[in-house]
């Protein structure tokens, strides 16, 4: 493969496809408020790293009121898309008023409180497969394996967040790593290489990286995605990582298939 210097160019249309707004307090209070996150630091941040599209993803803090969530889609009109907690207990004029604000898909993770649980996983998505919506999944990488064939079995889209937070240390030989390329070899399912630290805490010089990336690369080139992971709310205030140095590792990783992950296929996923 010939990476050349394509990842080095600019590039116009970078979609982030995974990020959080929190607040402010007074106006989106919540137990889990991120300081310093509001939809105008984001903006900031987005400036400084040439984002021209975001898709919003719901904090779990927030649960199921998603009145931030509508705020920053409707401030951002035309450039976002989101993605939800609901489920079946939402009526489908529900499911609606979602859709038209730029909802896109729902989001479940068995490692938090307040999303979706990985049991609810089948009714949701039959739910949810009508509108053309699509499922973001995040668990342990090692329960990828347990929900491998469930995953492969759904009727809409899937989402894997975060490089499969694949177990510290696993190499590309551990089970998990190769569950998640077959997980990537059916056409329904996606990944997001976004938040390189739930590889290694030293991510940037683990070795297995860029060798993670290039199979994955060989595998699902139209299905990956790139997510900044703002404002990275499971790391403590003096873990944050600068958001530029993020970008910049996992687009060395990309090389030449950058341009299709940062814009050519969230474009096709979210409808941009």
């Known amino acids: 493969m010939n990476d050349g210097n394509a ?121 949810i497969a009508d509108m053309g919506w699509h499922v973001i999944v995040q668990t342990a990488g090692d329960e990828l394996p347990e ?39 059916r056409s329904h399912i996606w990944l997001k290489l976004s938040a390189p630290y739930y590889i290694a805490p030293d991510f940037e010089t683990a070795g297995s990286g860029p060798e993670r990336v290039r199979q994955l690369r060989d595998v699902a080139p139209d299905r990956l995605l790139w997510g900044s992971n703002w404002p990275h709310p499971s790391l403590g205030p003096d873990e944050k990582p600068d958001d530029e140095k993020l970008l910049t590792l996992v687009r060395s990783w990309c090389g030449e298939d950058w341009p299709n992950v940062a814009v050519e296929n969230p474009a096709r996923l979210y409808g941009f």
């Open 7 to 127: 990842s080095d160019r600019p590039l116009s249309g970078i979609c982030d496809t995974h990020m959080h707004v929190y607040g402010p307090a007074d106006r989106f209070p919540s137990s889990g408020l991120e300081p310093g996150a509001t939809f105008d630091d984001y903006m900031k941040l987005r400036a400084r790293l040439g984002i021209t599209k975001t898709v919003y993803v719901q904090p779990s803090g927030y649960g199921r009121d998603h009145a931030c969530l509508f705020d920053a889609l409707a401030r951002d009109d035309g450039n976002a898309r989101g993605v939800a907690i609901v489920g079946v207990e939402a009526i489908k004029s529900d499911l609606r008023k979602l859709n038209d604000a730029g909802v896109r898909g729902v989001r479940f993770h068995s490692l938090a409180k307040g999303c979706l649980p990985i049991s609810d996983l089948e009714p949701v998505a039959k739910y």
């Open 147 to 185: 929900i491998e064939e469930r995953l492969s079995r759904l009727p809409c889209d899937v989402v894997i967040d975060h490089f499969g937070r694949m177990p510290e240390g696993a190499g590309v030989d551990h089970p998990a790593f190769q569950c998640l390329l077959r997980l990537l070899g």
